[in-house]
C-alpha cells in the first residue's frame, strides 16, 4: 500500500509542475478552505430544513434541486478566484519563441538542466527578469533550462501579487450586479436568520414554510451562479489583456 501511495506521488510530482505551481496550489487551497466552511453553514441549514419535508418524493426532488445548485454555486466561487489570480507560465522555446503554457507536463524536461548561466547571472544581478508594467500587481520567477546540446528553454512563471480580492471589490465592471448579489445575500441571510429564531423560540411548526425558504435559497444559488459567470467571463478577458501586455514586453528583451 505504501509503494502505491509513493509511485502515485512521484507520478504525480512527474506531470504536475509543483516547483512553479507551489504558491499557486497553497494560496488556492487556502481559498477552497475558506470558501468550504462558508459552504458548510448553507449545506446545513438546507439539511435542517430538508428533513422537516415528510413527503419523501418531495424531499429527494428539492435535495437534487438545491444541492444541484449550491454545488454549481460553489464551483462558480472557486473559478471566481481561480481567474483573479491569473497565475500562468510564459514560455520562450530555443528559437526565442513565446507562448503561455497550456498544461502542467513536466516530462517535456527530462533530458534537459535547470542552469544559470553568465548572462544568466548577470541579468539576476542587474536587471530585474519582471520589469514589466504591471510588475507592482504580477509577481514572476524566471527558470531557465539547458539541454544537452546547448539549448535554452525558459519559463516565467506569473501571478496576481496583490490582494486578488481586491480586482473584485474594485473593479468597475458589473457594479450593479455585484451590489444585487450583496443584497440577495443580506436579504437571503435576514429571511433564514428569522425563520430558524422563531423556529427556535417557539413551537412554529408549518410545513409550506420550510418549502418558501428552500425555494428562496435556490433561486438565491441560481442567480448567484449566473452573476459570478458574468463577472468571471469579464475578468478573464482581463486576464488575456495582461498575458498579452505581458508577451509584448517579454519579446522586446528578447
Known amino acids: 500500500m505504501l509503494s502505491i501511495i509513493i509511485h502515485s506521488i512521484k507520478i504525480l510530482f512527474r506531470f504536475?509542475?509543483?516547483?512553479?505551481?507551489?504558491d499557486y496550489y497553497f494560496i488556492l487551497f487556502i481559498n477552497v478552505v475558506i470558501v468550504g466552511s462558508i459552504f458548510s453553514i448553507?449545506?446545513?441549514?438546507?439539511?435542517?430544513l430538508l428533513i422537516k419535508l415528510h413527503n419523501e418524493l418531495l424531499s429527494v426532488s428539492i435535495s437534487i434541486i438545491t444541492y444541484g445548485l449550491l454545488?454549481?454555486?460553489?464551483?462558480?466561487?472557486?473559478?471566481?478566484?481561480?481567474?483573479?489570480?491569473n497565475f500562468f507560465i510564459a514560455f520562450i522555446d530555443k528559437k526565442n519563441r513565446l507562448f503561455?503554457?497550456?498544461?502542467?507536463?513536466?516530462?517535456?524536461?527530462?533530458?534537459?538542466?535547470?542552469?544559470d548561466s553568465e548572462d544568466d547571472i548577470k541579468s539576476q544581478l542587474y536587471e530585474n527578469d519582471m520589469s514589466y508594467p504591471l510588475r507592482r500587481l504580477y509577481k514572476g520567477i524566471h527558470y531557465r533550462y539547458y539541454s544537452q546540446d546547448g539549448e535554452k528553454f525558459e519559463e516565467i512563471a506569473c501571478m496576481f501579487n496583490k490582494l486578488f480580492y481586491k480586482r473584485?471589490?474594485?473593479?468597475?465592471e458589473h457594479v450593479k450586479k455585484k451590489i444585487l448579489w450583496l443584497l440577495m445575500t443580506l436579504l437571503t441571510t435576514i429571511v433564514t436568520t428569522i425563520y430558524l429564531l422563531i423556529k427556535y423560540f417557539t413551537d412554529f411548526q408549518f410545513f409550506y414554510v420550510s418549502i418558501i425558504i428552500?425555494?428562496?435559497?435556490?433561486?438565491?444559488?441560481?442567480?448567484?451562479?449566473?452573476?459570478?459567470?458574468?463577472?468571471?467571463?469579464?475578468i478573464y478577458k482581463e486576464n488575456l489583456k495582461v498575458?498579452?501586455?505581458?508577451?509584448?514586453?517579454?519579446?522586446k528583451k528578447i
Not at 448553507?42 to 435542517?48: A, G, M, Q, R
Not at 454545488?71 to 489570480?85: H, R, T
Not at 503561455?100 to 542552469?115: G, P, S
Not at 473584485?168 to 468597475?172: A, H, Q
Open 100 to 115: 503561455i503554457k497550456k498544461n502542467f507536463n513536466r516530462k517535456y524536461y527530462e533530458n534537459t538542466m535547470k542552469l
Open 243 to 251: 498575458k498579452l501586455l505581458i508577451l509584448r514586453f517579454l519579446k
Open 214 to 234: 428552500l425555494i428562496i435559497h435556490n433561486i438565491y444559488y441560481f442567480l448567484s451562479v449566473g452573476i459570478f459567470s458574468m463577472v468571471i467571463g469579464t
Open 168 to 172: 473584485l471589490i474594485c473593479s468597475k
Open 71 to 85: 454545488l454549481f454555486f460553489f464551483a462558480s466561487a472557486i473559478l471566481l478566484i481561480k481567474e483573479m489570480m
Open 16 to 22: 504536475m509542475d509543483f516547483e512553479k505551481k507551489s
Open 42 to 48: 448553507p449545506v446545513y441549514l438546507d439539511y435542517v
